[in-house]
Structures are given as structure tokens and as C-alpha cells.
């Protein structure tokens, strides 16, 4: 009889869980996978990042159509209607499909799906249910849940204070939303909602939006989103907050102390953050706390300080982001099958889905300065990049921080349609420790936006030529 019932269970089947899963069984151990909910993909698959693609997808259709951006390029059609059912049902069809397939994957692999919420009873045994598994390995990928706010009570039934899952799932367009936290989700979902017809305010504690991205960017990106209508309430904040007859009032007042407002809504999105989630796991049965913001420490394998134990994604520190646990799941498959997963940290995309998107990856500028680098910087306006002329898409622009000395890349940002795919080629370059000069005099085809990434590297050393 075996010794262990697995060689690896993996608690939570999210981007990190379930690619932890699927890389294990691929190296020859004994998989399970535990997972609480009717389908596989964790919060990004089932009510987060592709749910919201899908709305997003739909709602640049619709204003698209109704806007007159068609009729520009000789496409003429009534006034549209919306129907927001069939939108949502396109939505539910793309989550079944890529939730299907993790289950396809699951069973090609041989990965055994241990249904139920998972708890630890010692550092080798997980409760699922009734019934109590042991593994020589148990990797923590529990992911992350939304951060509450004091004073603010969401109920996504009633569908007036919502959370992201509920800012999702509307059956009515909001005439006025109000979306607390100016930061990815409550962007991304409140210019879903603008497009479809809401009058959208977005109040952000701090005096610009999307906290930690680079200053030039969350500039630009706030006369974007005034531009397109958002009414954008910085350095502001809600204190409380009441719902009757259908509507929401909320009383708001600034940051750092002043006279008090309200504010009606009859939708409040709340979208403030995330928090880990470690709430049921008996972490006390092996010894192992969280730290300050609630957190599980690794080490640069993976490895908890309890031996058998080992943490991805969202519950541990770094950003909260999909692709970031994937590659942490991966890694930490292979550290436990003895080989050498690693994952750069430094190198990690960052995109908001917002039309123009919004991407970054590597240092900010003034991050770059702090770390005690003498940077240049390269700038290469959309406007002149002709492919976005063309497609009358001017806005945004692609920023490269270089060493001052070694030339070599320290971070990019960039505001465009495509800035989420153009990004890559900026994150690889920076992987293989490229130079503004090795991107500069890199072919890229034309005309593409990602011309405006070659021009942004030339400007790095002065010499763009179409500006």
C-alpha cells in the first residue's frame, strides 16, 4: 500500500491551482485537485477575467454600432438596440466552454478533481467533505476574494451594491453607477456599463486612478476616461452608504478631511481590491500564519516554511494577477518534481482591459529612479503611428525607461487598442535582457501599432522618425 494516497493535491482549481495540477500529472505524479465549485477556473474563468472580456467585447460592439465609428468606415445601419440577455448569454457560453475544457484537460491528464472545500488536518492529509486525502505534496491556490468596504453592505441579489461577480451578472443598464476604486476591475466594468448607457462616476481614494502604474500613464489614462464621459471623483472617499427604493446614497468626502456629500446611484460597483483566501484552510493545524495583509510567505521555490506545504497566486504576495499565478503554477510542479521552475518577478505584465487598454510591465519611472538607476526615456505618441491613425484609434502612447548607461530596458508602459498584446514583445525583450537598442533595431512588420513600440525604443536614443 502506498504510503500517501497522492505525490501532489492542489487546493483550488484557479489559474495557478489548476495549471499546478495539469503540469504535475504532466511530470508523472499523482494528482488531485481540489475545488468547491460546479466548475473548474477559479474566479478568472467563471466570474472575472473572462466573463468581463466577454462584456467588454460586447459593449465596444454596441458603441461601436452606435457611436457612428461604423458609418465612419461605410457601414451603415439603424440605430442599435440593446439585448442585454443575449450579451450575457454570449458571456455564459465563453465561461462553459473554457471551464469545459479545464475539465477535458483534467481527465487527458489524469488529474483526480477532489469536489468540495479543502482544510488541512497535518501537513500530508486534506478534508474534503467527509473524507480525508493525504498527499506527499499539498500546494495552497486558493486565489483571492473581494476586499469589503466598512460601511458599504454588497448584496448581488438585490443587484443596487454589487461587487465585481454582481457587476457582471446586471439584468438592467444602470442609468447612474458609481464605481468605488478607480483601479483595473472597477475601470474595466465601469466602462463596460458607460458604452452600454450608464451615467458612470468613479470615486478613488487616491488623486489619480490606477495605483501603481506609471505617472505618465494614469495622466493620460484620467483625460481618456473624462473624455469618454466618466465622471472621475479623486481623492475621495465613501464613508457610508444606504439603499432604498431601489437606490443607492452614498456619502463621500475628501481623502485627506473636508465637508461631506451625497451622492444617488441606483448601481454602486465596489471594486477597492482583493484579499487572500486562507479563511477555512485549518492553517493553525500545521503551524503556518499569514502575514499582515493576510498572506502566505515562500520562499523563491514556492516552498512554505512547512515542508510539504507550497503556495501560489493570489494568496501569496505579488500582484494579483492571472498569468502571474499560472507561471507560479508551473514552477512550483516542477520544483516538486525536482526540477527548476522559476519565475521572474520582475517581469510580469500588467494589462487593463479598457478601450484603449492600458499596459505595463517592469519598473515605473519613478521606481527606476527610487532603485537608484539615471534612466532615459523614450516616448512615441499613437497619433503618429500610422495603423492607429488609420484605424482612428489616436489615443495613448508607448513609453521605454532604459539604464542611462547599459541602454538596457528597466520597464514600458503603454496606452492603445492592442497595448495589452504589444506588451509581450516588450516583456520577452526585457526577459532576455534586451537593450532600447535590440528593440529599436528589430524589424517590425508595417503598418502595425507595435511600430509605435520600435519608434518608442528609438526615441530612447533620440532618433524616432516619425515624430
Given at each position: 500500500?502506498?504510503?500517501?494516497?497522492?505525490?501532489?493535491?492542489?487546493?483550488?482549481?484557479?489559474?495557478?491551482?489548476?495549471?499546478?495540477?495539469?503540469?504535475?500529472?504532466?511530470?508523472?505524479?499523482n494528482t488531485?485537485?481540489?475545488?468547491?465549485?460546479?466548475t473548474?477556473?477559479?474566479?478568472?474563468?467563471?466570474?472575472?477575467?473572462?466573463?468581463?472580456?466577454?462584456?467588454?467585447?460586447?459593449?465596444?460592439?454596441?458603441?461601436?454600432?452606435k457611436?457612428?465609428?461604423?458609418?465612419?468606415?461605410g457601414?451603415?445601419?439603424?440605430?442599435?438596440?440593446?439585448?442585454?440577455s443575449?450579451?450575457?448569454?454570449?458571456?455564459?457560453?465563453?465561461?462553459?466552454?473554457?471551464?469545459?475544457?479545464?475539465?477535458?484537460?483534467?481527465?487527458?491528464?489524469?488529474?483526480?478533481?477532489?469536489?468540495?472545500?479543502?482544510?488541512?488536518?497535518?501537513?500530508?492529509?486534506?478534508?474534503?467533505?467527509?473524507?480525508e486525502?493525504?498527499?506527499?505534496?499539498?500546494?495552497?491556490?486558493?486565489?483571492?476574494?473581494?476586499t469589503?468596504?466598512?460601511?458599504?453592505?454588497?448584496?448581488?441579489?438585490?443587484g443596487?451594491?454589487?461587487?465585481?461577480?454582481?457587476?457582471?451578472?446586471?439584468?438592467?443598464?444602470p442609468?447612474?453607477?458609481?464605481?468605488?476604486?478607480?483601479?483595473?476591475?472597477?475601470l474595466?466594468?465601469?466602462?463596460?456599463?458607460?458604452?452600454?448607457?450608464?451615467?458612470?462616476?468613479?470615486?478613488?481614494?487616491?488623486?489619480?486612478?490606477?495605483?501603481?502604474?506609471?505617472?505618465?500613464?494614469?495622466?493620460?489614462?484620467?483625460?481618456?476616461?473624462k473624455?469618454?464621459?466618466?465622471?472621475?471623483k479623486?481623492?475621495?472617499?465613501?464613508t457610508?452608504?444606504?439603499?432604498?427604493?431601489?437606490?443607492?446614497t452614498?456619502?463621500?468626502?475628501?481623502?485627506?478631511?473636508?465637508?461631506?456629500?451625497?451622492?444617488?446611484?441606483?448601481?454602486?460597483?465596489?471594486?477597492?481590491?482583493?484579499?487572500p483566501?486562507?479563511?477555512?484552510?485549518?492553517?493553525?493545524?500545521?503551524?503556518?500564519?499569514?502575514?499582515?495583509?493576510?498572506?502566505?510567505?515562500?520562499?523563491?521555490?514556492?516552498?512554505?516554511?512547512?515542508?510539504?506545504?507550497?503556495?501560489?497566486?493570489?494568496?501569496?504576495?505579488?500582484?494579483?494577477?492571472?498569468?502571474?499565478?499560472?507561471?507560479?503554477?508551473?514552477?512550483?510542479?516542477?520544483?516538486?518534481a525536482?526540477?527548476?521552475?522559476?519565475?521572474?518577478?520582475?517581469?510580469?505584465?500588467?494589462?487593463?482591459?479598457?478601450?484603449?487598454?492600458?499596459?505595463?510591465?517592469?519598473?515605473?519611472e519613478?521606481?527606476?529612479?527610487?532603485?537608484?538607476?539615471?534612466?532615459?526615456?523614450?516616448?512615441f505618441?499613437?497619433?503618429?503611428?500610422?495603423?492607429?491613425?488609420?484605424?482612428?484609434?489616436?489615443?495613448?502612447?508607448?513609453?521605454?525607461?532604459?539604464?542611462?548607461?547599459?541602454?538596457r530596458?528597466?520597464?514600458?508602459w503603454?496606452?492603445a487598442?492592442?497595448?495589452?498584446?504589444?506588451?509581450?514583445?516588450?516583456a520577452?525583450?526585457?526577459?532576455?535582457?534586451?537593450?532600447?537598442?535590440d528593440?529599436?533595431?528589430?524589424?517590425?512588420?508595417?503598418?502595425?501599432?507595435?511600430?509605435?513600440?520600435?519608434?518608442?525604443?528609438?526615441?530612447?536614443?533620440?532618433?524616432?522618425?516619425?515624430?
Open positions: 500500500m502506498a504510503e500517501f494516497d497522492f505525490d501532489v493535491i492542489v487546493i483550488g482549481a484557479g489559474p495557478g491551482g489548476y495549471v499546478a495540477a495539469i503540469r504535475a500529472a504532466q511530470l508523472g505524479l488531485a485537485c481540489v475545488e468547491s465549485r460546479e473548474l477556473g477559479g474566479t478568472c474563468l467563471n466570474v472575472g477575467c473572462i466573463p468581463s472580456k466577454a462584456m467588454l467585447h460586447g459593449s465596444e460592439l454596441f458603441e461601436e454600432a457611436d457612428g465609428t461604423l458609418a465612419k468606415f457601414v451603415k445601419i439603424p440605430a442599435p438596440e440593446l439585448d442585454l443575449a450579451l450575457q448569454g454570449e458571456k455564459a457560453t465563453a465561461v462553459k466552454e473554457l471551464t469545459g475544457g479545464i475539465e477535458y484537460l483534467f481527465k487527458k491528464n489524469k488529474v483526480t478533481w477532489l469536489k468540495g472545500r479543502g482544510s488541512f488536518v497535518d501537513k500530508h492529509t486534506v478534508k474534503v467533505g467527509d473524507a486525502h493525504s498527499a506527499r505534496n499539498i500546494v495552497i491556490a486558493t486565489g483571492s476574494s473581494v469589503p468596504l466598512p460601511g458599504v453592505e454588497i448584496d448581488n441579489e438585490a443596487v451594491i454589487v461587487d465585481s461577480t454582481g457587476g457582471l451578472a446586471l439584468d438592467r443598464v442609468q447612474e453607477m458609481v464605481v468605488i476604486g478607480g483601479g483595473v476591475i472597477g474595466e466594468l465601469g466602462s463596460v456599463w458607460r458604452r452600454l448607457g450608464a451615467e458612470v462616476t468613479v470615486v478613488e481614494f487616491l488623486d489619480q486612478l490606477l495605483p501603481g502604474m506609471d505617472d505618465a500613464v494614469r495622466k493620460e489614462a484620467g483625460k481618456i476616461f473624455k469618454q464621459g466618466m465622471e472621475l479623486l481623492g475621495t472617499k465613501v457610508g452608504a444606504k439603499v432604498k427604493d431601489g437606490k443607492a452614498l456619502t463621500i468626502e475628501p481623502s485627506n478631511g473636508g465637508d461631506a456629500e451625497t451622492i444617488e446611484a441606483d448601481c454602486v460597483l465596489v471594486a477597492i481590491g482583493r484579499k483566501n486562507t479563511d477555512g484552510l485549518n492553517l493553525e493545524a500545521i503551524g503556518l500564519e499569514t502575514n499582515q495583509r493576510g498572506q502566505i510567505e515562500t520562499d523563491h521555490d514556492f516552498r512554505t516554511k512547512v515542508d510539504s506545504v507550497w503556495a501560489v497566486g493570489d494568496v501569496i504576495p505579488g500582484p494579483m494577477l492571472a498569468h502571474k499565478a499560472e507561471d507560479e503554477g508551473i514552477a512550483v510542479s516542477e520544483n516538486i525536482g526540477e527548476h521552475g522559476i519565475v521572474n518577478h520582475a517581469v510580469i505584465p500588467s494589462v487593463v482591459y479598457t478601450m484603449p487598454e492600458i499596459a505595463g510591465v517592469g519598473l515605473t519613478q521606481q527606476a529612479k527610487d532603485a537608484g538607476h539615471d534612466v532615459k526615456v523614450g516616448n505618441p499613437m497619433m503618429a503611428n500610422s495603423r492607429a491613425k488609420t484605424n482612428r484609434e489616436p489615443d495613448g502612447f508607448v513609453k521605454i525607461i532604459a539604464d542611462a548607461e547599459t541602454d530596458v528597466l520597464g514600458a503603454c496606452i487598442s492592442l497595448a495589452g498584446t504589444m506588451i509581450a514583445q516588450i520577452q525583450a526585457m526577459e532576455f535582457g534586451a537593450t532600447s537598442e528593440i529599436a533595431y528589430t524589424c517590425h512588420a508595417h503598418p502595425t501599432h507595435s511600430e509605435a513600440v520600435k519608434e518608442a525604443a528609438m526615441a530612447v536614443r533620440g532618433k524616432p522618425i516619425h515624430i
